[in-house]
């Protein structure tokens, strides 16, 4: 699998690094509130593993799904809940868990639909963050890393479904998307 890779981006240890100083801060941030964590299924549910038991203070956790990326490297645009929440949000901190932001459109869009439940807060962590591809204008509160306009694959990441499992994050050969299918190299 590692084979597939043009290059490492961000190792297992810094990824392990950043996740402690992220649950620290969150911890501190936190102290003596109720604290909801939604993770963004398929994505996020590495990251959140870890974040999650590297905030040291008791939380409660849920998992929302909806669609952006199939196959396809690129957003369609189109945003679909495929599972909902189970609890009730109204009145409580909830902290939303992303693998990464690239438009920022499918985030914003799950942002809307969910203030209108009445949180009592609502902020947003991600591991990943593409800043220069943001088209909807976000507030991120806790980011792991800025990174450059690339695809990247790992730490829960996909490419067709494939390559979740890597325990760090990297950028994928153009070969593997000519294989898979892919027009050109994604940008993104
Ligand atoms: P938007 O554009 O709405 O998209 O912020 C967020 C979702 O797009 C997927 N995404 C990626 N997935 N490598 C991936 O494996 C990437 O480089 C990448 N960029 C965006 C991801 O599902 C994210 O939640």
Not at 76 to 95: F, P, Q, T, Y
Not at 97 to 110: A, F, K, R, W
């Amino acid at each position: 699998m590692e084979r597939d890779l043009l290059k490492i981006l961000i190792s297992t240890e810094d990824i392990q690094k950043k996740v402690k100083e992220l649950g620290e801060t969150i911890s501190r941030d936190y102290q003596g509130q109720n604290l909801l964590v939604v993770g963004i299924l398929k994505g996020s549910v590495i990251f959140m593993g870890d974040l999650i038991r590297a905030i040291k203070i008791p939380v409660q956790i849920d998992f929302m799904e909806v669609s952006s990326y199939g196959r396809s490297t690129e957003s369609s645009g189109a945003v679909r809940i495929l599972k909902d929440l189970e609890s009730n949000i109204e009145g409580k901190n909830i902290l939303i868990v992303e693998d990464i932001i690239d438009t920022g459109l499918t985030l914003s869009y799950l942002l809307d639909m969910l203030k209108a439940r009445k949180p009592g807060s609502i902020r947003i962590c991600t591991l990943l963050n593409k800043p220069s591809r943001r088209k909807a204008s976000l507030k991120v509160d806790y980011d792991g890393y800025d990174i450059p306009d690339e695809f990247v694959v790992g730490y829960g990441l996909d490419y067709g479904e494939l390559y979740r499992n890597l325990p760090f994050v990297g950028v994928l050969k153009p070969e593997i998307y000519a294989r898979c299918g892919e027009d050109t190299t994604p940008s993104k």
